[in-house]
């Protein structure tokens, strides 16, 4: 399974169509699967590809814990799970950047992505252009569907004697097309420090983390730093 260049149009289609109902790459918490797949991205996908995109900034926002707190967010040692091959994450076995070819059920099968072989190449080219015009048929005849997603916020003050009524009432005050926010509750964190927990609805298609992160804690008389504490697709 692969999803084969990321680094090109037909790859990252392939990656959003199978990102439409995951979170993750593999299971449903971050892992190394999600770590090896964000590295062979270049750059952010474009917004129309909304499901790779939503997902790419979430990854993307344990880079941006990693530089505010100096600590490895995204690494083999905070992350579950073993990387692997890249070729052995997503819906079609490929060849991995460092040319190793994934095991085969039958030696006879055909390499969708390339071959050395001229002639297999020619026909696995075919093959895979057939592949993705299958996918965009699928894709053209679903109902259109809004992906949203429910993200819990940690919210912290500077200390002890922050104003957590003005500070939630602040957080709340953020207005956007595709946000709701929901329930929320105060929770200690030590030294008669407390946290804002607060729970929110977004679509991911018009807002993500690093939006969310960005205007909270642009009120920084009463906001010390924000972290996501779960995400979870609707």
Same mark, same amino acid.
Request: with cysteine.
């Given at each position: 399974?692969? +999803?084969?260049?990321? @680094? ?9 169509? +199978?990102? !439409? ?16 797949? +964000?590295?062979?991205? %270049? ?6 590809? +909304?499901? /790779? ?14 530089? @505010?707190?100096?600590?490895?967010? $995204? ?9 692997? /091959? ?10 991995? !950047? ?8 039958? &030696?006879?099968?055909? &390499? ?20 993705? !015009? ?5 894709? %053209?005849?679903?109902? =259109?569907?809004? =992906? ?5 916020? &940690? ?9 957590? $009524?003005?500070?939630?009432?602040? $957080?709340?005050?953020?207005?956007? &097309?595709?946000? #709701? ?7 200690? #964190? ?10 929110? *609805? ?12 960005? @205007?909270?804690? !642009?009120?920084?008389?009463? *906001?010390?730093?924000?972290? *996501? ?6």
């Amino acid at each position: 399974m692969g +999803f084969g260049d990321l @680094r090109s149009a037909a790859g990252l289609r392939l990656l959003n169509e +199978f990102l !439409a109902d995951k979170s993750y790459i593999e299971g449903y918490v971050p892992s190394q699967a999600d770590v090896a797949v +964000f590295e062979a991205v %270049s750059a952010p996908p474009p917004a129309e590809l +909304f499901h /790779a995109l939503r997902w790419y900034n979430h990854i993307k926002s344990y880079e941006k814990q990693k530089a @505010r707190y100096g600590e490895i967010k $995204v690494s083999e040692e905070n992350l579950p799970g073993v990387k692997k /091959a890249l070729g052995k994450y997503g819906p079609v076995e490929v060849e991995d !950047a460092t040319g190793a070819t994934t095991d085969s059920k039958d &030696d006879d099968d055909i &390499d969708l992505f390339g071959s050395d072989d001229e002639e297999e190449s020619e026909e696995s080219k075919r093959l895979r252009e057939e592949r993705l !015009a299958q996918y965009e048929s699928k894709k %053209s005849k679903k109902p =259109a569907l809004i =992906a949203k997603s429910s993200i819990l916020l &940690d919210v912290k003050p500077w200390d002890d004697e922050t104003d957590m $009524v003005k500070l939630e009432e602040c $957080v709340r005050s953020i207005q956007a &097309d595709g946000l #709701v926010w929901g329930s929320s509750k105060l929770v200690p #964190v030590g030294y008669g420090i407390k946290k804002l927990q607060i729970q929110c *609805v977004v679509e991911d298609d018009k807002v993500g983390t690093d939006m969310l992160e960005e @205007r909270i804690t !642009a009120f920084e008389d009463y *906001v010390q730093s924000m972290d *996501v504490a779960a995400f979870n697709k609707i």
